[in-house]
């Protein structure tokens, strides 16, 4: 539905656009219809009449110049801001339907909007650098974040040394960066060592252990393959307690993972292999390292195939590792943030790598922010704007009073967008001035 306003504008105008004159008279009027940002959950027009002038010292006709609007897009400004803040949120054909416009104009705002984004983009290197990677569009790219400020400083299109490294030389301060989190991938290491000379490397202890866990999976596995069908699917429904720490699991859960590894020897010696290495990380600094080190020869001989990945891991990354007990970093944040980024990417399906990045960047590029006051306003389900009807991040939205739309009706409180936030207390304004009066004596 679209709901269409009439309107004209106010302020005429004192001089000919064409030659400067100001000898003018009115010539009639046309009739011009501009899209505007939603209103209320539905698609808003603004039919203006524009008066048209006849200047008397050329002789042309002009149309009366527009404030608010863009006339090459057939626009008002803030039809045009909403437009190009909601593309960086929301799909190109949710955002035409929303506003009642062609989706190619939309991806002309956007892409205006981007531009400006990627000029105004200059990332500062922070005190603990993460870097890791995610898929997008079918390809590796490397993700580089502030791990303190809880931030993605930027995404670069390859994850290879030499993208990386023309990061890196961009920066001048490269000796403020005093840790650096990885993953186990050694251009990582080597570029950190030749550029961050004042950076400890620390290997993110979330994903060496997570190779603990892959071991003791691919023993259950190895063992479920000479097993009957449907002892295999039960071992895969409960393969859940083998991965849970015991602390973590129900009393009938751990019950049952008693049997199932009294039963099964193998399984039994990986599950111990497993826990023994998380268990390093909750040791102190001086018992951790003495366990890190005799590890290798505590996992018995019939899961060590099944286990040697990590000690070979171990036994390359060790003071990368041990590194995590001086520093307490991980990626786990840099982690999240790829996880977040692919539902931008799944909501941008066929969409190029550059505006999948300008959107994350836009998204995301900002710290985290502090809880908000009206929390318990938010829903679990989504917040989508009081006013335009679009869902927004949480952290986006702005509390308002809502003046009631019938009579009868009292005003609200509600939360809406950014946009419409300014959309609102611009018409508050103009409503001010509208009923103000001068003083006078």
Known sequence: MVETFSAEYVHEPIACTKCGGLKLYRHGTKKTTYADAPLRGFAAKLEATVRRYRCRDCGETFLQPLGGVLDERRMTVR??????????KHTFVHV???VGIDEKTVRAVAAERMGELEAKHSPRLPRVLGIDETKIAGELR???TDVEGRRLLDMLPARDKGTLAAWLWQFKDRNAVKVVTIDMWRPYQRLAAELLPNAVVVVDKFHIMRMAGE???RVRIRLAKVKQPEVRRHWVRSKVMLNKRPHNLTEKQRFNLEIWLDNEPEIAAAYRAKEAFYGLFDLPKDEAIRAFDGFAASVESSVKPEFKPLLTAMRNWRSEILAVFDH???????ESLNNLTKHIVKAGR???FEVLRARILANYGDPVKEPLFFEFLLKDDGNPCANCGLPCRAEDMHLVTLPPVTRGQRAKRALVC??????????KVIAHRKTSTRKTG
Do not use: H
Request: one cysteine or more; a negative charge.
């Open 96 to 98: 035409a339907r929303e």
């Open 79 to 88: 039809c045009a801001e909403f437009i190009a803040r909601q593309a960086l």
């Open 142 to 144: 490397l993700v580089l």
């Open 418 to 427: 950014e946009v419409c936030e300014s959309r609102f207390n611009t018409e």
């Open 328 to 334: 307490k970093y991980t990626n786990a944040f840099t």
């Open 350 to 352: 066929g969409y190029s």
């Open 215 to 217: 071991a003791m999976d």
